[in-house]
Every structure is written in structure tokens, then in C-alpha cells.
């Protein structure tokens, strides 16, 4: 099975500050999805940004933006302009493109808080 | 438009008593399921399902069971609850997937304690 580490269990931020999370994996495939999600003291899991492996361009979403290294297998979100409702912990996930069962394999999680 | 819901929400247990999570989905997705969360150790996959009528075991599927008899429900089962199993349960469901990028969509959690 694929591994996902997170090696940040908390990182803190400065209100409009950028902070970077990061995330390596382990893997032997070529193609396959890398995700993160958040997950705010709702308990919800929200789908923040993710990225094809085969692409090389980094994927954005507004003020959230993936670093992907495939040669290194990092994959680092970066929060620009962070805000108070970016606290939450946040996961990074790794999904084959193969596997018959799309399952998701998750990293540990980064607790993330915002200080105002 | 609910998307995964998840029942209940919250439930105590005694050691040794039986209980049956309930999950469904309104997004004719063929692929669902159970995810444990438990602190320092991220999500880990109990069961999952491909279509109605199939079940495959996780990375921890020792002391569940589940039943995918509809294709928009997916039960997860404790037969006989022990204080180990005292966590925050997830249902997820996707698309299948091949060559697809879909993320999953999440139920909002089952937080049930085991005393």
C-alpha cells in the first residue's frame, strides 16, 4: 500500500501571512491523483485542491496552490493570504489511477491555526 | 441535493453490544466507504464497495462488517463493540474511478465512544 506522510503534526500562521504544508509519499506508479483536504472543527471534510500527477503545472485554487515535486514525491500546499477560517487540520491524500477500488490513502494530518 | 449522510451522529456503547452505521448517498456513485479517524493516525479505510452487491476488506477491517445491498446505502456493522474501536467513523463516496480525479465526497462523521 501506498504511504502518505505528513511530518507538521501543528504549524501556525500570522493572519494574511503564507504558510506551506507539507506532504511526501511513497509510490511506484507513474500516474496517480494527489488531493488535500480540510477538515474544520465541523468535523466536515472539504475538498481544497488537487493535482493529476501527470501534469506538471501546479495546480491553484484561489489563494491555495500545490507544489509538486513528482521526482522528489512532495506535494506542498501553500495558504497565501491566510485567514481566520483557515484553521482546521488538513490532510493530503494519494489515490491510484489504477487501483480497482479508488481508494484514498491519507497522511496523518497538519493541524493549522491562524493567529489573528 | 444531501450528497453523504451519515446516521447517527453520535452513539455510546457498552462493551459487547451490536450496532449498525448507516450511510447513504443521493449521487448515483458507484463507489463508497468507511474510514476510521483516529488521532495522530489520519483516516485508514475499514470497507469499501464497488458497486451494489460487493464489499472488499481495508487496511482495518477486523471486528466490522458491511452490507452494500442498495446501491445508495452502504452499512458498516459492529458485531461485538469493543473499546478499541472508540472513534470518529467517515463514509466517503466517489465515482469509479479509473482514470478519473474525482475526490470523494464525505458523510459529516459518526463520533461513537465504546465504554
Known amino acids: 500500500a501506498q504511504t502518505v506522510t505528513q511530518s507538521q503534526p501543528e504549524m501556525s500562521v500570522q493572519e494574511a501571512e503564507t504558510v506551506t504544508l507539507s506532504c511526501t509519499y511513497d509510490t511506484s506508479e507513474s500516474d496517480y491523483y494527489l488531493f488535500w483536504y480540510k477538515q474544520p472543527p465541523s468535523r466536515q471534510m472539504i475538498l481544497v485542491i488537487r493535482?493529476?500527477?501527470?501534469?506538471?503545472q501546479n495546480a491553484t485554487e484561489n489563494r491555495f496552490s500545490v507544489n509538486f515535486q513528482k521526482a522528489a514525491k512532495s506535494f506542498s500546499l501553500k495558504i497565501s493570504d491566510s485567514q481566520l477560517g483557515d484553521a482546521a487540520m488538513y490532510f493530503c491524500?494519494?489515490?491510484?489511477?489504477?487501483?480497482?477500488?479508488?481508494?484514498?490513502?491519507f497522511g496523518t494530518g497538519t493541524s493549522l491555526t491562524v493567529i489573528p | 441535493n444531501a450528497g453523504v449522510t451519515q446516521t447517527p451522529k453520535f452513539r455510546v456503547l457498552k462493551t459487547g453490544q451490536s450496532m449498525t452505521l448507516l450511510c447513504a448517498q443521493d449521487?448515483?456513485?458507484?463507489?463508497m466507504y468507511w474510514y476510521r479517524q483516529d488521532p495522530g493516525m489520519g483516516l485508514r479505510l475499514i470497507h469499501y464497495s464497488v458497486g451494489e452487491g460487493t464489499t472488499a476488506k481495508g487496511e482495518v477491517p477486523d471486528g466490522y462488517n458491511v452490507s452494500r445491498l442498495k446501491k445508495q446505502n452502504f452499512l458498516l456493522g459492529l458485531e461485538s463493540a469493543a473499546p478499541s474501536q472508540t472513534s470518529v467513523y467517515f463514509c466517503?463516496?466517489?465515482?469509479?474511478?479509473?482514470?478519473?480525479?474525482?475526490?470523494?465526497?464525505f458523510g459529516s462523521g459518526t463520533r461513537l465512544t465504546v465504554v
Open positions: 466517503a463516496s466517489s465515482y469509479n474511478g479509473q482514470g478519473s480525479y474525482y475526490g470523494y465526497t
Open positions: 493535482q493529476e500527477a501527470y501534469k506538471q
Open positions: 491524500a494519494y489515490r491510484s489511477s489504477t487501483n480497482t477500488g479508488n481508494q484514498f490513502y
Open positions: 449521487m448515483n456513485h458507484e463507489y
